[in-house]
């Protein structure tokens, strides 16, 4: 049975590697500008300004 669950959860991890965008760091409201776009994850993101400061 562990060698069908060991090769299942690295083509796991390479699906979410490559399919998931990357999150950390992004407020709420970006992440749903991320998730709306029909841009493919492994594109990467594009860069522009925060229109508002982090918080601490």
């Known amino acids: 049975m ?3 669950f060991g090769p299942f959860n690295f ?3 390479t699906h979410i590697y ?3 965008p990357e ?3 992004k407020m709420l409201q ?3 500008e ?3 776009k029909k ?3 492994w594109h990467g993101p594009r860069a522009r300004a925060r229109t508002t400061p982090r918080r601490a």
């Open 2 to 4: 562990y060698m069908l």
């Open 34 to 36: 991320v998730f709306d």
């Open 30 to 32: 970006e992440m749903d």
């Open 11 to 13: 083509l796991a991890l």
């Open 18 to 20: 490559l399919a998931a």
């Open 39 to 41: 841009r493919k994850a």
């Open 23 to 25: 999150t950390k760091g």
